[in-house]
């Protein structure tokens, strides 16, 4: 899935599936970021 329009949720949920560690507490610029560090 493209980085553009993803909810907070959306992004909450790959971070999730990418085991990204305090995305709890993440807003959802945090995650965008963790996420794409990931490599998604």
Known sequence: MA??????EQ???EAKRLNVKGRSKMNK????????????
């Open 29 to 40: 610029g945090q995650l965008k970021a963790a996420v794409a560090r990931k490599g998604h």
């Open 3 to 8: 980085m553009r329009e993803r909810t907070k």
């Open 11 to 13: 992004l909450y949920r």
